[in-house]
């Protein structure tokens, strides 16, 4: 049994006002200039916007990655700034699961580990248990041939598969996903599209993808759009 932490009604996460500057040298840069939305639970949102727009930037905000410069981000209910580094580990490992743009797997270790390793940190669950779970879900993005591969031995796209299980096999409120699609072929996109509609179906797992796949964002609930560090609701795809 996780020992997991509720909140929150029916929003999976929320950010109010939130802003970031990057100080480079004398001129600061303003990327996100205040940004305020809620996800609910089981929602599946897309953010599109332009390279540079803020997109990475503010998914880091959400999984407590990086520090807004002021704002406030709430997941299950919970405001991250009032949270303590452990605290905010810890609602990061039972409510988050993320898909980084550059997959960052852990190079020494095997696909199954790599996928296992969300598992491992809440200590609460027996090795084994969490070993099966990875093995599970490595199975359902078709890599149960590859589960003692090193990420070197791995094709870009199994990579991201392996990345994508691992945000998926917690079982999270939340998945961030940025650009969860972009290195795979036609066929293996796809296929991971259906896998995440599917997840967000059966388990209720909210979706917040960072996507220039507007095949995917056409399938989404909502779309919304990065611009000049504001985020706004897009109506009508078409016009993109
Ligand atoms: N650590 C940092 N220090 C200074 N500037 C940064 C830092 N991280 C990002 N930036 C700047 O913030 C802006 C937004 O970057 P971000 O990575 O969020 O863009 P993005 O929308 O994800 O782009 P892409 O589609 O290319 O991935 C960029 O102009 C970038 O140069
Ligand atoms: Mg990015």
Do not use: W
């Amino acid at each position: 049994m996780t020992n997991r932490i509720e909140g929150g009604g029916d929003i999976a996460l929320e950010c109010v006002d939130l802003k970031k500057s990057y100080a480079e040298g004398p001129i600061g840069v303003d990327v996100l200039k205040g940004i305020s939305f809620q996800l609910k639970k089981g929602e599946f949102v897309a953010v599109i916007g332009n390279s540079g727009s803020g997109k990475t930037t503010l998914l880091h905000m959400i999984g407590g990655l990086d520090t807004p410069s002021s704002g406030q981000v709430r997941v299950s209910g919970q405001d991250f700034s009032a949270l303590s580094d452990r605290q905010r580990g810890d609602v990061r490992n039972q409510h988050i699961g993320i898909v980084y743009q550059f997959h960052h797997l852990l190079a020494e270790f095997s696909a199954l580990e790599n996928v296992a390793m969300p598992l491992m940190l809440r200590k609460t669950e027996p090795v084994k248990s969490a070993r099966n779970r990875a093995k599970k879900m490595l199975e359902r993005v078709g890599l149960s041939h590859r589960l003692d591969h090193k990420p070197a031995e791995l094709s870009g796209g199994e990579r991201q598969r392996v990345a994508i299980a691992r945000a998926l096999v917690t079982e999270p409120t939340v998945v961030l996903a940025d650009e969860p699609t972009g290195n795979l072929d036609i066929h293996t996109a796809k296929e991971i599209q259906l896998l995440m509609s599917e997840l967000n179906q059966d388990l209720g797992i909210s979706f917040l993808i960072v996507t220039h796949d507007l095949g995917l964002a056409g399938k989404v609930e909502r779309v919304l759009k990065m611009e000049d560090g504001h985020l706004m609701s897009v109506e009508n795809l078409e016009s993109f």
